[in-house]
């Protein structure tokens, strides 16, 4: 056995040639996962090697002794187990799968979960469906004919992965055709079919990510029956949904169309807190005037929020929180100053009625104050490519 230290980008398996057609390079993220780790690998060793080529890459963020069970387990394997251990887990679950798309050496790489609720006996059948069906992309479903989601604990967590399905295909029509089960943790694609670049995971939901920014050529699917957890407890957490819903937002409006639609719609709620400041001043006593000014602000405030967490969440890094404030304040104050002589212009020169002319400044406005947030509040200031974190040193460790 032995083990050699690398970074996380360059750590590669010690394998034999495994880029023949229909090798498999099992991806496992691992977090605390040290009792599972033994009888999954017994299970992959039952299963896999003898029908197909295939290594075995943990992609661990442990706190306890997980590396070191598996380094341990991998002395009875026949086939090859690395490690990769991450200082930092950027990117959560989502970032783990990637790092491990990285490191195969395989045409196919099988993406499952290490408590045993992902059945090891499935990797080949899944493979062997991509080869029969020349796809992409091969999903195991819970939803189709002969699969089941019998080891979802509790009536609370169907219905949560229930609606979380729905609403995913909901948002992206497109790009989940033909996959019945997006949330599904289990999954088997071509390397080739991967542009690691152009992933941005958050959380656990990395076949929605690859789905929807790799575009698969052909999918298919095998049912499955989810298991019980062999040991351990559930990482799902309340927290996990809400980066969940982030994730859909980031997905959503990747584009600069759907960037702005949700802009929009962000700005139609800041009327909520704006008109409700103003019923308070003015109630106190204060001219209409101020009091609109200042209960503007209070949309203001609304909005960037909004558009911090939910628009332009991983592009805050390339400037500081401050600088982004009073930008922002700024853009949108000036709106108010820029509609008035507008609306003049497109009466006194364009000969619009009143009401037209507002209409057209407000939309004038609003892209405008779209196009300058986007451009002066979150790209990248010049000859700089952002300042946000990176990950802390990792460790990939070659432990057979």
């Not at 980031?250 to 962000?266: D, H, K, N, Y």
Request: proline content about 6%; hydrophobic content about 50%; overall charge positive.
């Amino acid at each position: 056995m032995t083990i050699q230290p690398t970074g996380a980008e360059q750590a590669a398996p010690v394998t034999a040639d495994l880029a023949g057609q229909g090798a498999v390079t099992v991806v496992i993220p691992t977090y605390n996962e040290s009792a599972n780790v033994r009888e999954l690998l017994r299970r992959i060793a039952d299963a896999v090697p003898a029908r197909i080529p295939c290594e075995v890459v943990f992609v661990d963020d442990s706190t306890d002794d997980t590396p070191a069970v598996i380094a341990d387990a991998a002395r009875d394997c026949a086939f090859p187990v690395s490690v990769i251990h991450r200082d930092t887990p950027e990117g959560g679950l989502g970032g783990a799968v990637v790092a491990g798309l990285k490191a195969a050496a395989s045409e196919w790489v099988v993406v499952m979960d290490a408590d045993l609720q992902h059945p090891p006996a499935l990797v080949p059948d899944l493979v062997a469906i991509g080869e029969k069906e020349d796809a992409g992309l091969v999903v195991a479903s819970r939803y189709l004919p002969g699969g089941s989601r019998a080891g979802l604990a509790g009536g609370y967590r169907v219905a949560v992965s229930r609606g979380a399905t729905w609403l995913a295909k909901a948002l992206f029509p497109r790009a989940l055709r033909g996959i019945s089960d997006p949330m599904s943790g289990f999954f088997a694609i071509r390397r080739d079919a991967v542009t690691t670049g152009a992933l941005k995971p958050l959380g656990y939901k990395i076949l929605l990510e690859l789905a929807v920014r790799c575009r698969p050529r052909r999918v298919a699917e095998v049912p499955f029956v989810f298991q019980d957890r062999f040991a351990g407890a559930s990482k799902s957490t309340a927290k996990e949904g809400l980066r969940f819903l982030r994730h859909l937002v980031e997905l959503r409006t990747a584009s600069p169309l759907a960037r702005m639609a949700v802009f929009g719609l962000i700005g139609l709620t800041g009327f909520v807190p704006n008109l409700a400041a103003l019923y308070v001043l003015t109630g106190a006593g204060l001219h209409y005037l101020p009091a609109e000014i200042v209960a503007n602000q209070f949309g203001v405030a609304w909005n960037f929020l909004l558009i911090e967490v939910l628009l332009f969440r991983d592009r805050r890094h390339h400037r500081h929180l401050a600088d982004r404030i009073g930008r922002f304040a700024l853009l949108a104050n000036a709106d108010l100053v820029l509609r008035i002589p507008l609306i003049a212009l497109f009466v006194g020169q364009l000969h619009l009625a009143v009401l037209p002319a507002t209409a057209l400044a407000l939309l004038t406005t609003f892209v405008l104050r779209f196009a300058g947030t986007e451009a002066l509040v979150y790209l990248p200031r010049k000859g700089r490519t952002g300042t946000g974190p990176t990950a802390a040193s990792r460790t990939g460790r070659n432990v057979r």
